[in-house]
């Protein structure tokens, strides 16, 4: 066996059953092995960004790593944005990225790199494997690491690939790290304040904390102690819709987000640390939170949340005198949480408007969809007026790398075939990883795109204003405007493989929209602004 085919039968044996790849001349061994594997699926992506963005989405949905498969430095780099993306969602990851043999490198051939140097910033793990009989370890290890919620990147060189792993007996197991510890002081520190003085205290959430089972504890907490419960503003994953408890996202914008939190002196942190401005702005806070906020930091990044809120909730309720909430917890009654309705859907006709969208989309999203929103501006009301919608998923942008969406809806599909995922995109964000439409149609994975079309990078137009700038020319005018040409998102979705239509009003979109969750595969549409 070489140590290419060591590596696949590594991942397999451990549980990776997804390799996204964009495969080079160094990678053609690791290729090969694919055959070999039957328990390995290979994905191809027609760009890095494209592969990185979909194993994120993968691991979203399932808690577990893909891999995959990148080329050189280069090729590395290529997926860098979206890695950035995967990092700050606390996606599972493991990037195997080939290298020239270990004989090539000196002689600074074109493709020659400092890959673990390009690496670093943008995983949590990195290592070069320096033989091909040190690969099936390494391999273990960087899956192992990257649970739950890191990013491993293991670089191969191409002579540890094709050279024979002659002491390769069995694949070596994963070993996990413990995850970080709670502090029993701390809980009972948040426990007194939530007892004492619960209405001016936040519980922030956010990571694994916005599932259903969390949420459902947190939600109990702040029934019982009046505190308010709320979200990061940039959540991986929410667990969301009809008949599960809501939870208020802190904005994006500067000044609402300071609004709502002036409404609290002390905040309890549940897979989440405190909320700071995206950008700094003139004359703006950069910390949102008010001077001489108490923090209490439970469930630090990557610590179980559940575990977490059982314990605080349990604290909780150790102090409390007449009945304690460890007892309440029995009963399902005990602690009324405020919980989602279902809306009745909006009926909006007649032209698109940003405001009809959001009304359209509150009773569009179906049943058990995982939504993925990249809509930026169009979309800036969608979360709030979706949160009575049907029990969905809603994937949200982390790292602020633009064009994630596509990708990232790749990678759900894959995870979750017996889904209906619904990608909502700006057209200015879509053109970032436009490759992915390929993929969905090569994989035929269930998928319904909306394509925001206002032909312009409407979010950049709302900067200028929000940095202090109170006009711009033509010049700068033509660098946040995308039409002339106007991009024609039907002919290039049809062009990689994806029936797409083009709507002008609600009525259209609907029909069309409809019409696209009925049938199995992929649909685009372009929806005019």
């Not at 070596?172 to 209405?199: E, F, H, M, N, Q």
């Amino acid at each position: 066996m070489n140590g290419a085919e060591s590596l696949l039968e590594t991942l397999g044996h451990n549980g990776i059953e997804v390799c996204f790849a964009n495969p080079g001349t160094s990678e053609m061994h690791f290729v090969a092995a694919l055959d070999r594997q039957p328990h390995v699926r290979g994905v191809l992506g027609l760009f890095e960004g494209v592969v990185t963005g979909a194993a994120d989405g993968y691991s979203r949905m399932l808690d577990k790593p893909a891999a995959t498969l990148l080329h050189l430095g280069p090729g590395a780099a290529n997926g860098l944005s979206s890695l950035h993306n995967a990092l700050r969602a606390r996606a599972s990851m493991v990037n195997i990225i080939g290298d020239h043999a270990g004989y090539h490198r000196g002689l600074d051939a074109p493709l020659t790199s400092d890959i673990e140097g390009a690496l670093r910033p943008f995983s949590n793990w990195v290592r070069t494997s320096p033989s091909a009989n040190a690969i099936a370890k390494d391999a273990a290890d960087a899956i192992g690491y990257s649970l739950p919620g890191k990013i491993s990147s293991l670089i191969l060189p191409a002579d540890t690939a094709w050279n024979t792993a002659d002491q390769y007996t069995t694949p070596p197991a994963a070993v996990t790290p413990p995850s970080a510890a709670i502090d029993p002081a701390v809980v009972d520190a948040a426990a007194v304040r939530l007892r004492d003085s619960g209405p001016r205290t936040a519980i922030l959430l956010g990571g694994r904390a916005l599932r259903s089972a969390q949420l459902e504890v947190a939600a109990q907490i702040a029934a019982a102690t009046g505190a308010t419960l709320l979200a990061e503003t940039f959540a991986a994953r929410t667990e969301r819709g009809a008949g599960r408890p809501t939870v208020t996202k802190i904005p994006y914008p500067v000044e609402p987000s300071v609004e709502l939190l002036k409404n609290f002196d002390a905040f309890v942190f549940i897979d989440a640390k405190p909320p700071v401005a995206f950008f700094a702005y003139p004359d703006k806070p950069s910390v949102l939170t008010q001077p001489g906020s108490m923090f209490f930091t439970l469930s630090p990044i990557g610590a179980d949340s559940l575990q977490t809120l059982g314990a605080l909730r349990d604290a909780v309720g150790s102090g409390t005198s007449e009945t304690t909430l460890a007892e309440a917890a029995s009963s399902s009654s005990a602690f009324p949480s405020v919980r989602a309705e279902l809306a009745p859907a909006p009926v909006p006709s007649g032209t698109i408007t940003v405001g009809k969208l959001a009304a359209w989309l509150s009773g569009a999203i179906p049943e058990n969809a995982i939504v993925v929103d990249e809509s930026i501006t169009t979309g800036r009301d969608f979360y709030a007026q979706t949160a009575g919608s049907q029990p969905h998923d809603y994937l949200g942008g982390t790292g602020g790398s633009i064009g994630w969406a596509l990708p990232v809806g790749a990678g759900a599909a894959i995870s979750s075939p017996e889904r209906k995922v619904v990608v909502l995109e700006s057209d200015g964000s879509g053109m970032y990883m436009p490759q992915s439409l390929w993929t969905y149609a090569r994989e035929q994975l269930d998928i319904v795109v909306l394509i925001f079309a206002n032909r312009k990078y409407q979010i950049l137009r709302n900067e200028m204003s929000n940095v202090g700038v109170p006009a711009f020319g033509p010049k700068a005018e033509s660098l946040l405007d995308i039409g002339n040409p106007d991009i024609d998102w039907v002919s290039l979705s049809q062009g990689m493989g994806v029936p797409a239509t083009r709507v002008e009003t609600i009525e259209e979109l609907d029909r069309d929209f409809r019409s696209g969750l009925s049938d199995s595969g992929p649909r685009l549409i372009e929806v005019l602004l």
